[in-house]
Structure formats: C-alpha cells, structure tokens
C-alpha cells in the first residue's frame, strides 16, 4: 500500500539528477547564448563591447566550446540514463509522445475557448512540457553535432563533403535561435510568468511539487500514486475549481 | 590797390615765361637725347644686309629705371663719343653679344666683380675659354641696381645665364655634379611659375654660398628637403614610411621626393597611372613585372584602363608602410574594398560588390574585424586570418573566372593547409566562393535558412497566441 499524501501536503516530482541535470543545463545555456548572440549579431555595438569585455573573440570561442561540451556530455549521460532506465529498470518512459497528447492539446484549446469546461486530464508530462522536452533535446542534438563540425572542421571534412561545414554553419546558427526563443518565450512564460505558478514553479529547484498542483496538473499521475480511480481526483479537481469560481463570483 | 595786384600777377608770369624760354634755347640738347632721336624709335631696320637683323633699340623708360641712368651713351659706347657714328659689322648675334658685353668690363674691373663668388667661378670659366656675358644676367640698357637684383629679367634667366650651359662640380668623392639645367624641361614642369631660389633657397642674385657634398646621392638626399617648405603635409606622411625608416637606418638608396617626381622636370602626378607604376619599377623591378602579368597590370598595360590599381593605389604614395606587417595585412580588405565594393567601377566589368561582404560576414571576416577591434582596445593582438590576398594572390592576382577550376581548388587546398595543416581535398569546399547561398550554389545551406526563416516566426507566433489565451482563461475563470 502507498503512502497517501493528503491536501496541503507536497510530494517529491524530481530526483536530485534531475534537479542537477537542470542546473547544469540552464547555466550552460545561458552562457552559449550570450557567446553565440555576441558571435551571431557580431556587427551589433553591443556585441562588439561584450567582446572586448570578455577579453577577445578567442576567449569567447573558448568559452563557447567549454560550455557546449558541457551540453554535449550532459546530453549523452541524459540518453544514457534514459536509455538504461527505460531498458534496463523498465521504468514508465514518461516523456514519450501519444496520441492522447494530441487529444489534450486539442481538449485544452476547447477549455480555452470555453467550449470545454474543464482542462485535459494529464499524466506526470503534459503536452506543453513534452513539446519543450523534445524540442530542447532534439536542438541540443543537432546543436552538438552542428557544433562539433565548426568546432572540428577539418575533421568533419575528411569523412563529409565540405559543403556540410556552411550548412552546419546555418543549422547551428538558426536552431540556436530556436532555442534561444523557445525558452525566452515559452519556458520563461511556463516556469515564472503563468499565472499557475506565478512568481516561480519551484519545483525544479526543490524537487517537490504540492498535491494541489498535482489535482490540476496531473491527476492522472497523481491517481496512480494515491492507488485511487482517477474520477476521485477529477472530481477533487472540480472541486476545488467551483469554488474558485464562487469566490471569483463573491469577489464581483 | 586791387588794380596794382593784378598789374603784378602778370608780370611775374610774363616773366617767368621768357625766362624759360630762353633757358630753352641755350640748353643744347644733351648728346644721349641726340642718341635717342634715332635709337630711341623703335625699331630700327638692320644695319647690315645678310647678317641678323640687330636691334639698336633703346627702351627710354628701361634706360630711365636703370643704374645707369644717369650714365652718358658714349660712356659706355666709347666709339660713338664726340658725334661718330662708325660702322659696325658683326658676323653673328653672338658675336655681337660678346663685344658688347666687354663694354661693362671698362668700368667693372675683375677684382670688383670678384667680390660675388658667382662671378668667381665665371671669371674661371672665361680662362678655360667660355666668356661669360654680362648682359645675359644683368640686361644692357635695362641694367639694374643690384640692390634690386631679382628683377634684373627674370631670376631664372639670370641663374640659367651660367646653368643652362654644362657647369659641372667636383664632389668631394670625385664625382662629378652636373649643374647644368635646361630652359624647356622647366617650362614644361608642373613648377613653371616658381622662381630657382623658391626651391634653392640660400641662393640670388647676391648670395651663391659654397656647398660641399660628399657624393652626389648626399646632394640629391639634401636637396629633396627643399620640397618639404611648401609640400609640408606630404613630407610628414613620408615619415611614417618604410623608405624613410630605411634611410634613416642609413640606406642611401632609400627613395627621397626627387627620386619619384623628378626634381626640374617635375611632372603633375596622376595624369598617367602607368607612369607611376614604372617609377616603383625603377627599384621593384621583379615585382612590377609580377604585376605587368596579372590582370590589374595587364589591364593597364596592354589596355590602358585607369580603373585598375597601381602600386600607391593599394600601398599609398607618401605614407607607405612596410607590407609585411600584420596591421597592413588586416587592413588588406578595405584595400580591395575601395574598388570592389564600389558599384560604378565593379559594374562596368560585370564584377559582384558582394565580395568583401561576403568576406566580412564569413568566419575570417568576423573573426578579422573583432582583431582590429581587439587591437584598438589595446588587447593582444591575434594570429594573422586569411584576407583576400592569401586566397588570390597580391601582385600575381589572377581573374578566377578565366581560371581553371581544380586549379583555382588546388591552390585554395594548399592555401588552406597554411592555417589548417590538417586540411584535406573537401575542405576548401567550405568556402562558398563569395556566392550568397542560393538555390544553384549552395542549396542545402539555402533550405535550411529558408525553413527557419518560416519555422521560427510560426513557432513564436504560435507560443504567444497558447500564452495569451492561457491568460485569457485564467482571467475568465476568475
């Protein structure tokens, strides 16, 4: 029998890797997107001072490379221990992608339109966090390898024809992009501005998360847990929602 | 009382004028004015039949204005004194000249025209059989204070009077100075209108000071200095440059301004680039017939096209600094840039201005920019970056368009491997040889800009609209 945390109560959502693979990874980013802005926009006034700053192109190069085989190690011990969680553990693969979270994204859009009353019911991920997963870890893949090509060229050139380093060059420098909004709009929105978690989910950093989250956010999750049919949640869930509403109405 | 003044008034002019009038008739005509009756009309036909035609004209205001203004014709042209008038026939004009002249030597002894050192060295010349002639200095009838010396005709003729025969000095080496200069070759300069002593300075009609000079590269290095009082700013520039550096470190053959312009026969610069190129020839030779066989120097040569550099297009004329410095090769871009990135020139040869932008914004170009910003903030310098001349070559610049391909690849191979020893046949392919990615020259490179260029906005767009209706909601449900 599990242990049934009860309201009020908060449960553990992260392991310490988890917590450390995020630290690892959120600084690495940050310093690759402040060398590569500088190097990408280098005709910008304010690039050039950073540079000089910083002690010189080649200090940013450098700084550059360090920090991405920072995010290339973590990258592949982050395959690796998914690899051998799923293969050998046989653990639930939590991240993978179904149908059903086309199904949610689509409820969700009814919810937010009104059409639908209540939000998808989603399990440990739901879809938003799937689509930011898969897009941080498929950029950060062809980043490393779009990267290590610049980084190596004239090792990438004796097994790839030589044109590979120009369009590597424009894959590396548009994905960083990518990732560079992805994460200044999507994630910066998910993680501090959203009014669900408002002034910032800390979960990430603490590695628990409280059960009244759990009601709203992953009831599916949550019913697997607590051992109980999910409809007790859900009905929690609505619950508590009415009554914000009412409050919502007295406040009026 | 009134009637008595006026009676008064007209005697003393009554008076007066008998007086003058009588004056005027006992002065007899002086006999210099009775010269003038005739020499005085101008002009006189000749007085001899078959020999040139002399003009015994004399100007009565030139004579006026004179030294010897004062001076009696037959004082000076003793034969014609008391009335005579003899007859004089002379073979030639010079040989008229020449007697003539010897008049001034009755009242102006040797050791008085000695005291000038100018006339010194004249009084030589006339023992070893060169007579020299007063009156091609000092003028005849005209002949002038020598306190005004410098308008006695003009300060040019005056020095040309001895330098445009072949005077010549011995250097203290035993070479031999020539002094002599020639009328036309200053006419045709771009100095016409300058006097000798305007470059010469220290020397006029009075003053001809003794210099002493080892050779003649000593006088020649010297003398340039002059130029340096009015091309002041040209001359400061020449101090940055490597040929002065190197005739500083004591290198005679270090080019001064003469050795470039010419010193009398001084040429207006810029009115025809071949020449200029041939006077870097004169020293880099090899290097000039590199360029005469590359397609700039071909183009000037053979074709006469002014559009393409010469050696100051890209070297500067004045300031020119040593070439194998790592400042003068960063700048190497902009030196191309000049002609290559300017439409009017680049669209008469069908040539893309896009060539240094390309560079520019390339990994060298980037990398080359953020060095010489390194360098202005005082940073350590970088490593040498390829620029434009490390692919292309520099006096050797080929057309890449009439080369063959695989040979244009080999030499990029081996250019390649100078910076990335490890390099190998497909990395010169990296280059995108100035072309902007497009569908026929690099379309993999241009698909996937394409394909971001429509992901990305979609996506933003995308995530604000989940963002705002997110908050639309949470707003409603409140």
């Given at each position: 029998m599990k242990?049934?945390?009860r309201?009020?109560?908060?449960?553990r959502?992260?392991s310490?890797?988890?917590?450390?693979?995020?630290w690892?990874?959120?600084g690495?980013?940050?310093?690759?997107?402040?060398t590569?802005?500088?190097q990408k926009f280098?005709?910008?006034e304010?690039?050039?001072?950073?540079?000089?700053r910083v002690?010189g192109?080649?200090t940013?190069?450098?700084i550059?490379?360090?920090?991405?085989?920072v995010?290339?190690?973590?990258?592949?011990?982050?395959?690796?221990v998914?690899?051998?969680l799923?293969v050998?553990r046989k653990a639930q693969?939590?991240m993978?992608?179904?149908?059903?979270?086309?199904?949610d994204?689509l409820d969700?859009?009814?919810?937010y339109?009104?059409?639908?009353?209540?939000?998808a019911?989603c399990?440990r991920?739901?879809?938003?966090q799937?689509?930011?997963?898969?897009?941080i870890?498929?950029?950060?893949i062809?980043?490393?390898?779009?990267?290590?090509?610049?980084?190596?060229?004239?090792?990438?050139a004796?097994f790839?024809?030589?044109?590979f380093?120009p369009?590597?060059k424009a894959?590396?420098t548009n994905e960083?992009?990518?990732i560079f909004?992805?994460?200044?709009v999507?994630?910066i929105?998910?993680?501090?501005f959203?009014?669900?978690?408002?002034?910032?989910?800390?979960?990430?950093?603490?590695?628990r998360?409280s059960?009244e989250?759990m009601v709203?956010e992953?009831?599916?999750?949550?019913?697997?847990?607590?051992?109980?049919?999910?409809?007790?949640?859900?009905?929690?869930?609505?619950?508590?929602?009415?009554?914000l509403?009412?409050?919502?109405?007295?406040q009026? | 009382m009134?009637?008595?003044?006026?009676?008064?008034?007209?005697?003393t002019?009554?008076?007066?004028?008998?007086?003058?009038?009588?004056?005027?008739?006992?002065?007899?005509?002086?006999?210099s004015?009775k010269?003038l009756?005739?020499?005085?009309?101008?002009?006189?036909?000749?007085?001899a039949?078959?020999?040139?035609?002399?003009?015994p004209?004399?100007?009565?205001?030139?004579?006026?204005?004179?030294?010897h203004?004062?001076?009696a014709c037959f004082?000076c042209?003793?034969?014609f004194?008391?009335?005579?008038?003899?007859?004089?026939?002379f073979r030639d004009?010079?040989?008229r000249?020449?007697?003539?002249?010897?008049?001034?030597?009755?009242c102006?002894?040797?050791?008085?025209?000695?005291l000038?050192?100018?006339?010194?060295?004249?009084l030589?010349q006339?023992?070893?059989?060169?007579?020299?002639?007063?009156?091609d200095?000092h003028?005849a009838?005209n002949?002038?204070?020598?306190?005004?010396?410098?308008?006695?005709?003009?300060?040019?003729?005056?020095?040309?009077?001895?330098?445009?025969?072949?005077?010549?000095?011995v250097l203290q080496?035993g070479e031999t100075?020539m002094?002599?200069t020639?009328l036309?070759?200053?006419?045709g300069?771009e100095?016409h209108?300058l006097?000798c002593?305007?470059?010469h300075?220290?020397?006029?009609a009075q003053?001809?000071?003794?210099?002493?000079?080892?050779?003649?590269?000593?006088?020649?290095?010297?003398?340039?200095?002059?130029?340096?009082?009015?091309?002041f700013?040209?001359?400061?520039r020449?101090?940055?440059?490597?040929h002065?550096?190197?005739l500083n470190?004591?290198?005679q053959?270090a080019?001064?301004?003469?050795?470039c312009?010419g010193a009398?026969?001084?040429?207006?610069?810029?009115?025809?680039?071949?020449f200029?190129?041939?006077?870097?020839?004169q020293?880099?030779?090899a290097?000039?017939e590199?360029?005469?066989r590359?397609?700039?120097?071909n183009?000037l040569?053979?074709?006469h096209?002014?559009d393409?550099?010469?050696?100051?297009?890209?070297h500067?004329?004045?300031?020119?600094?040593n070439?194998l410095t790592?400042?003068?090769?960063d700048?190497?871009?902009d030196?191309?840039?000049?002609?290559h990135s300017?439409k009017?020139?680049?669209?008469?040869y069908g040539l893309?201005?896009d060539?240094?932008?390309?560079?520019l914004?390339?990994?060298?170009?980037?990398?080359?920019?953020f060095?010489r910003?390194?360098?202005?903030?005082l940073l350590?310098?970088?490593?040498?970056?390829a620029?434009?001349t490390?692919c292309?070559g520099?006096?050797?610049i080929?057309?890449?368009?009439?080369?063959?391909p695989?040979?244009?690849?080999?030499?990029?191979l081996?250019?390649?491997?100078?910076?990335?020893p490890e390099?190998?046949?497909?990395?010169?392919?990296?280059?995108l040889?100035?072309?902007?990615?497009?569908l026929?020259?690099?379309?993999?490179?241009y698909?996937?800009?394409?394909?971001?260029?429509?992901?990305?906005?979609?996506m933003v767009?995308g995530?604000?609209l989940?963002?705002?209706?997110?908050i639309?909601?949470?707003?409603?449900n409140?």
């Amino acid at each position: 029998m599990k242990q049934q945390p009860r309201r009020g109560e908060s449960i553990r959502r992260f392991s310490p890797l988890r917590l450390t693979e995020h630290w690892v990874n959120a600084g690495a980013i940050v310093v690759l997107v402040l060398t590569g802005l500088a190097q990408k926009f280098h005709t910008l006034e304010a690039s050039q001072w950073f540079v000089l700053r910083v002690g010189g192109i080649d200090t940013i190069r450098l700084i550059h490379h360090a920090a991405g085989a920072v995010v290339i190690l973590l990258t592949l011990q982050h395959i690796l221990v998914a690899f051998f969680l799923v293969v050998v553990r046989k653990a639930q693969p939590g991240m993978l992608i179904s149908r059903k979270d086309f199904a949610d994204t689509l409820d969700n859009l009814r919810y937010y339109f009104g059409v639908r009353q209540s939000p998808a019911v989603c399990d440990r991920y739901d879809y938003k966090q799937k689509f930011e997963y898969w897009a941080i870890l498929t950029g950060q893949i062809l980043m490393t390898v779009s990267g290590l090509i610049l980084w190596f060229p004239t090792w990438a050139a004796r097994f790839l024809p030589g044109e590979f380093i120009p369009v590597a060059k424009a894959l590396h420098t548009n994905e960083a992009l990518l990732i560079f909004l992805l994460i200044a709009v999507w994630h910066i929105y998910n993680a501090i501005f959203s009014p669900d978690v408002f002034p910032l989910d800390t979960s990430i950093f603490t590695g628990r998360i409280s059960r009244e989250r759990m009601v709203h956010e992953h009831p599916l999750e949550l019913a697997r847990m607590e051992g109980i049919p999910v409809e007790e949640v859900l009905k929690e869930r609505r619950e508590e929602m009415h009554l914000l509403d009412a409050q919502g109405f007295l406040q009026h | 009382m009134e009637r008595r003044k006026q009676w008064m008034g007209w005697l003393t002019t009554g008076l007066v004028l008998i007086l003058a009038a009588v004056a005027q008739a006992a002065t007899p005509m002086s006999e210099s004015e009775k010269c003038l009756v005739c020499h005085g009309r101008a002009p006189i036909e000749p007085t001899a039949v078959g020999v040139e035609p002399a003009a015994p004209y004399v100007d009565r205001t030139a004579l006026a204005a004179s030294a010897h203004s004062e001076t009696a014709c037959f004082e000076c042209h003793r034969d014609f004194a008391s009335g005579k008038h003899p007859r004089q026939r002379f073979r030639d004009a010079q040989q008229r000249k020449l007697r003539y002249a010897r008049l001034c030597r009755q009242c102006h002894s040797d050791a008085e025209i000695t005291l000038k050192p100018v006339h010194a060295r004249l009084l030589e010349q006339a023992q070893e059989g060169v007579a020299p002639v007063c009156t091609d200095c000092h003028g005849a009838h005209n002949v002038a204070p020598i306190s005004g010396g410098k308008i006695l005709q003009s300060e040019r003729r005056y020095c040309l009077g001895c330098h445009e025969h072949p005077v010549s000095t011995v250097l203290q080496s035993g070479e031999t100075l020539m002094l002599q200069t020639d009328l036309k070759v200053l006419d045709g300069s771009e100095h016409h209108m300058l006097s000798c002593s305007d470059c010469h300075f220290g020397f006029s009609a009075q003053e001809h000071p003794q210099r002493n000079f080892r050779t003649r590269r000593d006088y020649a290095i010297a003398s340039s200095d002059s130029c340096k009082r009015c091309h002041f700013d040209k001359h400061t520039r020449t101090l940055e440059s490597i040929h002065y550096a190197i005739l500083n470190q004591g290198n005679q053959l270090a080019p001064v301004c003469t050795d470039c312009h010419g010193a009398h026969g001084i040429a207006a610069v810029g009115k025809d680039r071949a020449f200029s190129a041939k006077r870097c020839k004169q020293c880099h030779s090899a290097v000039y017939e590199t360029y005469a066989r590359s397609i700039h120097g071909n183009a000037l040569i053979n074709e006469h096209n002014q559009d393409v550099p010469v050696c100051i297009d890209c070297h500067r004329a004045h300031d020119i600094v040593n070439p194998l410095t790592l400042e003068f090769h960063d700048g190497i871009p902009d030196t191309c840039a000049n002609c290559h990135s300017n439409k009017r020139i680049m669209g008469k040869y069908g040539l893309s201005t896009d060539v240094v932008k390309t560079y520019l914004s390339d990994f060298h170009g980037v990398t080359l920019n953020f060095y010489r910003k390194q360098k202005e903030a005082l940073l350590k310098p970088g490593r040498p970056i390829a620029v434009c001349t490390d692919c292309h070559g520099t006096h050797d610049i080929a057309s890449d368009a009439e080369s063959d391909p695989r040979v244009v690849k080999e030499r990029l191979l081996l250019r390649c491997q100078k910076c990335h020893p490890e390099a190998t046949e497909n990395f010169p392919d990296a280059w995108l040889s100035h072309y902007e990615p497009t569908l026929e020259k690099a379309p993999v490179v241009y698909l996937v800009n394409l394909s971001y260029r429509i992901f990305l906005p979609i996506m933003v767009v995308g995530l604000i609209l989940q963002i705002l209706l997110h908050i639309w909601r949470y707003a409603v449900n409140r």
